[in-house]
């Protein structure tokens, strides 16, 4: 096992174990309504996620506060997971987090709700198949091997290259092409904002409605031409409801277009920033990468075959999303009274849910911090509890596009492994950039090492 840098983490990184499923130790002194937790509200000046760390070490797997002018639970334990996701999900929204999003994506099956969201997911959900999927991976070995080409000329010349910034704008090519295919050169100017623009804040949601109006207007002349182009635009297009109308509005074509580039291409692109900078200081992991890829593929395109023959890069993907998972807190409100344990969830209470504590917790992970791929090989899985790792959610509102995600993922690793190496070159320790998803703070610089 190999140790991770965890300076960057600015939170605890192996708690003490002070709570159980029940809420803590101070459980054990009789039945309590509400679960312990600080008294002083959460100032928005702090850090949060260091602020959910360091109140999980003070009050065990579950607490109570204040925090965005009301009541918030946050629980870190796979059995109250289990019942806010799965077992009990009817009785829990999305919450508060979920509303900057909304701001950028309309009502998109990222935000939607109730009946809106259950007919829209039934409509949306073979664009994401096993065989759909399939389809794509022609597009993410061209963006792929586009992507290595250009790394391998700056290694050829000695030059460094930005990780963050190419994995950002490979995951970005990719979904942009799956979506609008031939269509694709003369959108892509228009959406590198989302790749150039590190920011996520008001002025990035006014440059959204201005890609809306591009989507917008490429569905309309699609709509006038009869363009019969083979995309999952055309997919979304061609829905029809039992009438045989079109199944969606053109508001929401274009919002679940919308959540499909950005669900698509952030989460992807910060696993794959991750995953080199883990690699990079783990040398002995990545020669064993390069060692599986030479044995499973013979050519420069990798397919569904050769991933299914290596499972190391499978497991250094996950390890990278245990560490560091993109969406590193989820949120839900309580619409009626709930219990969670012995405690009682009065309505409207907001469920705080942080698989970067849930991912890293000393009752369920082997030495949490170090990065360890082989911690996700099946003889030591299987007495892991399954919502100890959640990178993709958990239940009905799980991640849709999990399978487009990981197929990508693993495709990009294993291209990229069979010809080159990366090794960080900057000294700085990396810190971490907590917004809505969780980011590297600054760029990845690397230099690239052609493979003899």
Same mark, same amino acid.
């Given at each position: 096992?190999?140790?991770?840098? $965890?300076?960057?983490?600015?939170?605890?990184?192996?708690?003490?174990?002070?709570?159980?499923?029940?809420?803590?130790?101070?459980?054990?002194?009789?039945?309590?309504?509400?679960?312990?937790?600080?008294?002083?509200?959460?100032?928005?000046?702090?850090?949060?996620?260091?602020?959910?760390?360091?109140?999980?070490?003070?009050?065990?797997?579950?607490?109570?506060?204040?925090?965005?002018?009301?009541?918030?639970?946050?629980?870190?334990?796979?059995?109250?997971?289990?019942?806010?996701?799965?077992?009990?999900? =009817?009785?829990?929204?999305? %919450?508060?987090?979920? =509303?900057?999003?909304?701001?950028? !994506?309309?009502?998109?099956?990222?935000?939607?709700? %109730?009946?809106?969201?259950?007919?829209?997911?039934?409509?949306?959900?073979?664009?994401?198949?096993?065989?759909?999927?399939?389809?794509?991976?022609?597009?993410?070995?061209?963006?792929?091997?586009? &992507?290595?080409?250009?790394?391998?000329?700056?290694?050829?010349?000695?030059? +460094?290259?930005?990780? +963050?910034?190419? $994995?950002?704008?490979?995951?970005?090519?990719?979904?942009?092409?799956?979506?609008?295919?031939?269509?694709?050169?003369?959108?892509?100017?228009?959406?590198?904002?989302?790749?150039?623009?590190?920011?996520?804040?008001?002025?990035?949601?006014?440059?959204?409605?201005?890609?809306?109006?591009?989507?917008?207007?490429?569905?309309?002349?699609?709509?006038?031409?009869?363009?019969?182009?083979?995309?999952?635009?055309?997919? &979304?297009?061609?829905?029809?409801?039992?009438?045989?109308?079109?199944?969606?509005?053109?508001?929401?074509?274009?919002?679940?277009?919308?959540? $499909?580039?950005?669900?698509?291409?952030?989460?992807?692109?910060? $696993?794959?920033?991750?995953?080199?900078?883990?690699?990079?200081?783990?040398?002995?992991?990545?020669?064993?990468?390069?060692?599986?890829?030479?044995?499973?593929?013979? %050519?420069?395109?990798?397919?569904?075959?050769?991933?299914?023959?290596?499972?190391?890069?499978?497991?250094?993907?996950?390890?990278?999303?245990?560490?560091?998972?993109?969406?590193?807190?989820?949120?839900?409100?309580? &619409? =009626?009274?709930?219990?969670?344990?012995?405690?009682?969830?009065?309505?409207?209470?907001?469920?705080?849910?942080?698989?970067?504590?849930?991912?890293?917790?000393?009752?369920?992970?082997?030495?949490?911090?170090?990065?360890?791929?082989?911690?996700?090989?099946?003889?030591?899985?299987?007495?892991?509890?399954? !919502?100890?790792?959640?990178?993709?959610?958990?239940?009905?509102?799980?991640?849709?596009?999990?399978?487009?995600?990981?197929?990508?993922?693993?495709?990009?690793?294993?291209?990229?492994?069979?010809?080159?190496?990366?090794?960080?070159?900057?000294?700085?320790?990396?810190? !971490?950039?907590?917004?809505?998803?969780?980011?590297?703070?600054?760029?990845?610089?690397?230099?690239?090492?052609?493979?003899?």
């Amino acid at each position: 096992m190999f140790e991770a840098d $965890t300076r960057d983490a600015r939170a605890p990184g192996a708690r003490r174990l002070q709570g159980s499923c029940s809420g803590g130790l101070e459980a054990e002194r009789g039945p309590r309504r509400t679960p312990p937790g600080p008294t002083e509200a959460y100032d928005t000046s702090q850090d949060l996620l260091v602020w959910i760390g360091g109140n999980l070490d003070r009050f065990g797997d579950i607490f109570k506060a204040r925090a965005f002018g009301g009541d918030i639970y946050v629980v870190n334990h796979p059995d109250h997971i289990q019942h806010v996701l799965r077992r009990n999900w =009817k009785n829990y929204r999305k %919450g508060f987090a979920i =509303k900057k999003i909304a701001l950028l !994506l309309g009502r998109g099956l990222m935000v939607s709700e %109730g009946e809106l969201w259950k007919t829209q997911r039934k409509l949306i959900r073979p664009a994401f198949h096993r065989n759909a999927v399939e389809a794509l991976v022609e597009i993410m070995n061209a963006t792929n091997l586009d &992507l290595r080409n250009r790394w391998r000329q700056a290694a050829a010349r000695g030059e +460094t290259v930005n990780v +963050t910034r190419d $994995t950002s704008a490979m995951a970005l090519n990719t979904v942009l092409m799956s979506l609008f295919g031939a269509d694709f050169e003369a959108l892509e100017p228009h959406f590198r904002i989302l790749t150039e623009e590190a920011a996520r804040n008001l002025e990035l949601v006014e440059a959204f409605k201005g890609l809306r109006q591009i989507v917008g207007e490429l569905v309309s002349r699609r709509r006038r031409d009869g363009d019969p182009s083979p995309d999952m635009l055309a997919m &979304l297009m061609g829905l029809r409801d039992a009438a045989g109308r079109p199944a969606m509005s053109d508001s929401q074509l274009i919002s679940e277009v919308m959540t $499909t580039v950005v669900a698509g291409h952030e989460t992807t692109a910060s $696993t794959l920033n991750w995953t080199w900078y883990l690699l990079s200081r783990h040398p002995r992991v990545e020669q064993r990468v390069q060692a599986e890829v030479d044995t499973v593929v013979r %050519g420069d395109a990798v397919g569904l075959a050769d991933m299914a023959k290596a499972p190391l890069t499978r497991q250094v993907l996950d390890e990278a999303m245990r560490l560091y998972p993109a969406g590193w807190l989820m949120t839900r409100r309580a &619409l =009626k009274d709930d219990q969670l344990g012995e405690y009682v969830v009065p309505a409207g209470t907001e469920i705080y849910i942080a698989p970067y504590f849930m991912q890293r917790h000393p009752g369920f992970w082997e030495d949490p911090a170090r990065f360890d791929p082989d911690r996700f090989a099946p003889e030591r899985s299987q007495d892991r509890p399954e !919502l100890a790792m959640l990178p993709f959610s958990a239940g009905p509102r799980n991640c849709i596009g999990e399978q487009y995600a990981r197929t990508e993922m693993q495709i990009h690793l294993m291209t990229m492994a069979k010809r080159l190496r990366l090794t960080y070159a900057d000294a700085r320790a990396p810190e !971490l950039d907590v917004g809505v998803n969780l980011r590297s703070k600054h760029d990845f610089i690397m230099r690239p090492e052609l493979r003899a």
